[in-house]
């Protein structure tokens, strides 16, 4: 990919390969698409997206907003009860599907190890593993903006690769990320070099010069509820305030993820970046899409309980006024369409349900059983079968397990059997058990939203419901289940009036009701809009 200009990368994009596998919630069809109803008349589309960011953040710290947050809802059709509405749910995952229209079983996006890690894709100027949309199925909204108008621009900005990656599709356009050494970087799916405008705002040193920077708390100690000194929280280290960065260069350039202050410079990268492209400036719309990872960071180490979490989002809400105060000297607000939402929602700290809620929690990895399943079948054939476990998803190459007369079904019933008589584990599927089961079965739903048919795996589980997936210490997301699952879905579009709705609503229906806004059409089945938010303007 690295030799293709950009028009070439724009046509691989728009010709990117249909998925495998239409799945059976409710679609449109192509025919039934209406692109001739009510639009807007936007110049730029922005996606906001907060990493593990729940609902009830909105609402725990509302009268703590002033900024972006506050405008959002307040100007925006509220949903807070949006559903990243498939199993496993990470990062990855959850990205590809904010503007796919289509579940991880079509993105075939399926988990971070099986995202956007590509060694044939090496980064350029850091050392990290590489990075692409190759494992990426199907297109996307910018896919469907391009169809319309061959001219769309896009920019797409995170600390994490899969976060400025996965939103936007296969598209080789202007996809930039945190390269882990103190600046920001592509890979070489996108380009042989950065361009010279992110050379410029990667030489004014942001991170360098937040050597030392102290984190104390932004409003008066009184504003916080929350208590600041459990010992669960970050491992059992600087767990209450003031938190500091390293010093040093090297520990600065990994610490600084765990900041507040990395939303900052991601806000201000994509602000550069929008002005240096002239994103906004014609008459149909470009797309800007900003990944915000802070918010995951905090939230796994000190959990969604802390008084680290509650002063990390009112530091974004005051970053993100900025932010869109900013934007709108380069493209008004009115003819801007907002949307914020997140890939995912995150538990409590299992040791806080313990100490506080005075309830049983805990945390449960299954890699001894899978170490050992392994071991006894590698040494009896000699071959390597491709064993992993990810969040209760166990994969192998099941064709290479049959061809040696193995039964694939009788093992994967045996390995069922072993899990599910554990005290952690609620249920287990085999593909014969998940295929059966009746659509009632809300687990095996999830689940099969977020399977390709074409995926080798011989289990997948589900622990109970005050268990979450880990060895270690701190929060974690991952599980079907309503805290990992719920996440905010707000949108303010020229024309339509602020509203809060209750009722439940999947993320995938936002690139589809974006795509109605600007009257472009899906290239393929996907999700319907939000009716409320399609329809004509009041």
Same mark, same amino acid.
């Not at 896919?143 to 995170?158: G, I, Q």
């Given at each position: 990919?690295?030799?293709?200009?950009?028009?070439?990368?724009?046509?691989?994009?728009?010709?990117?390969?249909?998925?495998?596998?239409?799945?059976?919630?409710?679609?449109?069809?192509?025919?039934?698409?209406?692109?001739?109803?009510?639009?807007?008349?936007?110049?730029?589309?922005?996606?906001?997206?907060?990493?593990?960011?729940?609902?009830?953040?909105?609402?725990?710290?509302?009268?703590?907003?002033?900024?972006?947050?506050?405008?959002?809802?307040?100007?925006?059709? +509220?949903?807070?009860?949006?559903?990243?509405?498939?199993?496993?749910?990470?990062?990855?995952?959850?990205?590809?599907?904010?503007?796919?229209?289509?579940?991880?079983?079509?993105?075939?996006?399926?988990?971070?190890?099986?995202?956007?890690?590509?060694?044939?894709?090496?980064?350029?100027?850091?050392?990290?593993?590489?990075?692409?949309?190759?494992?990426?199925?199907?297109?996307?909204?910018?896919?469907?903006?391009?169809?319309?108008?061959?001219?769309?621009?896009?920019?797409?900005?995170?600390?994490?690769?899969?976060?400025?990656?996965?939103?936007?599709?296969?598209?080789?356009?202007?996809?930039? =990320?945190?390269?882990?050494?103190?600046?920001?970087?592509?890979?070489? =799916?996108?380009?042989?070099?950065?361009?010279?405008?992110?050379?410029?705002?990667?030489?004014?040193?942001?991170?360098?010069?937040?050597?030392?920077?102290?984190?104390?708390?932004?409003?008066?100690?009184?504003?916080?509820?929350?208590?600041?000194?459990?010992?669960?929280?970050?491992?059992?280290?600087?767990?209450?305030?003031?938190?500091?960065?390293?010093?040093?260069?090297?520990?600065?350039?990994?610490?600084?993820?765990?900041?507040? =202050?990395?939303?900052?410079?991601?806000?201000?990268?994509?602000?550069?970046?929008?002005?240096?492209?002239?994103?906004?400036?014609?008459?149909?719309?470009?797309?800007?899409?900003?990944?915000?990872?802070?918010?995951?960071?905090?939230?796994?180490?000190?959990?969604?309980?802390?008084?680290?979490?509650?002063?990390?989002?009112?530091?974004?809400?005051?970053?993100?006024?900025?932010?869109?105060?900013?934007?709108?000297?380069?493209?008004?607000?009115?003819?801007?369409?907002?949307?914020?939402?997140?890939?995912?929602?995150?538990?409590?700290?299992?040791?806080?349900?313990?100490?506080?809620?005075?309830?049983?929690?805990?945390?449960?990895?299954?890699?001894?059983?899978?170490?050992?399943?392994?071991?006894?079948?590698?040494?009896?054939?000699?071959?390597?079968?491709?064993?992993?476990?990810?969040?209760?998803?166990?994969?192998?190459?099941?064709?290479?397990?049959?061809?040696?007369?193995?039964?694939?079904?009788?093992?994967?019933?045996?390995?069922?059997?072993?899990?599910?008589?554990?005290?952690?584990?609620?249920?287990?599927?085999?593909?014969?058990?998940?295929?059966?089961?009746?659509?009632?079965?809300?687990?095996?739903?999830?689940?099969?939203?977020?399977?390709?048919?074409?995926?080798? =795996?011989?289990?997948?589980?589900?622990?109970?419901?005050?268990?979450?997936?880990?060895?270690?210490?701190?929060?974690?997301?991952?599980?079907?289940?309503?805290?990992?699952?719920? +996440?905010?879905?707000?949108?303010?579009?020229?024309?339509?009036?602020?509203?809060?709705?209750?009722?439940?609503?999947?993320?995938?229906?936002?690139?589809?009701?974006?795509?109605?806004?600007?009257?472009?059409?899906?290239?393929?089945?996907?999700?319907?809009?939000?009716?409320?938010?399609?329809?004509?303007?009041?």
């Amino acid at each position: 990919m690295a030799s293709f200009g950009h028009s070439a990368r724009r046509l691989l994009g728009a010709a990117a390969a249909l998925p495998i596998l239409l799945f059976s919630h409710p679609t449109i069809r192509l025919s039934d698409y209406r692109s001739d109803g009510p639009t807007v008349d936007p110049s730029l589309v922005v996606l906001l997206v907060v990493d593990q960011m729940r609902p009830d953040y909105l609402t725990r710290f509302d009268d703590d907003y002033e900024g972006g947050f506050r405008w959002l809802v307040d100007h925006g059709v +509220v949903y807070l009860h949006a559903r990243q509405d498939h199993a496993l749910t990470q990062t990855a995952p959850g990205h590809s599907t904010l503007l796919s229209g289509r579940p991880p079983a079509s993105t075939g996006i399926i988990s971070n190890s099986r995202g956007v890690p590509d060694r044939l894709a090496p980064l350029i100027g850091s050392t990290r593993t590489g990075a692409s949309p190759r494992r990426y199925r199907g297109s996307s909204l910018f896919d469907w903006m391009l169809a319309k108008d061959p001219a769309t621009r896009v920019l797409s900005v995170s600390r994490k690769d899969r976060g400025a990656i996965l939103p936007v599709g296969r598209a080789g356009e202007d996809v930039y =990320w945190y390269g882990y050494n103190g600046t920001f970087t592509t890979s070489t =799916w996108y380009a042989d070099s950065l361009p010279d405008w992110l050379e410029a705002w990667n030489a004014r040193r942001g991170v360098a010069r937040l050597a030392g920077k102290r984190w104390d708390l932004l409003l008066p100690e009184s504003r916080y509820p929350e208590r600041d000194d459990y010992a669960f929280e970050n491992g059992g280290r600087s767990v209450t305030f003031p938190h500091a960065l390293p010093r040093d260069s090297a520990g600065l350039a990994g610490a600084i993820i765990d900041s507040p =202050w990395m939303d900052s410079l991601v806000l201000d990268l994509a602000l550069e970046g929008m002005r240096q492209l002239q994103l906004g400036r014609r008459t149909l719309p470009d797309l800007l899409v900003v990944s915000l990872s802070a918010t995951d960071a905090i939230g796994h180490d000190y959990g969604p309980d802390s008084r680290e979490i509650h002063d990390q989002l009112v530091r974004l809400d005051r970053w993100l006024g900025r932010f869109l105060d900013s934007l709108s000297t380069v493209v008004p607000r009115e003819r801007t369409i907002f949307a914020l939402s997140s890939d995912h929602g995150t538990p409590s700290i299992p040791d806080y349900i313990r100490e506080v809620e005075q309830r049983q929690a805990g945390r449960y990895s299954d890699r001894t059983t899978v170490r050992r399943l392994r071991d006894e079948l590698e040494t009896r054939w000699r071959a390597t079968f491709e064993f992993t476990s990810e969040y209760g998803l166990l994969s192998a190459d099941v064709n290479a397990l049959a061809a040696r007369g193995i039964d694939v079904d009788s093992l994967s019933e045996a390995i069922a059997a072993e899990l599910v008589a554990l005290p952690e584990i609620k249920a287990a599927y085999t593909p014969r058990t998940l295929a059966a089961a009746p659509v009632s079965d809300r687990y095996a739903e999830l689940w099969r939203r977020h399977l390709p048919e074409d995926h080798g =795996w011989l289990v997948v589980t589900v622990l109970e419901p005050t268990f979450i997936w880990s060895s270690g210490s701190g929060a974690n997301h991952g599980r079907p289940e309503d805290a990992d699952i719920e +996440v905010p879905l707000v949108l303010v579009a020229p024309g339509h009036e602020p509203a809060r709705h209750q009722r439940p609503v999947r993320v995938t229906s936002l690139g589809p009701t974006l795509a109605a806004l600007i009257g472009a059409v899906p290239t393929e089945p996907v999700e319907s809009p939000l009716a409320e938010i399609a329809e004509a303007p009041k």
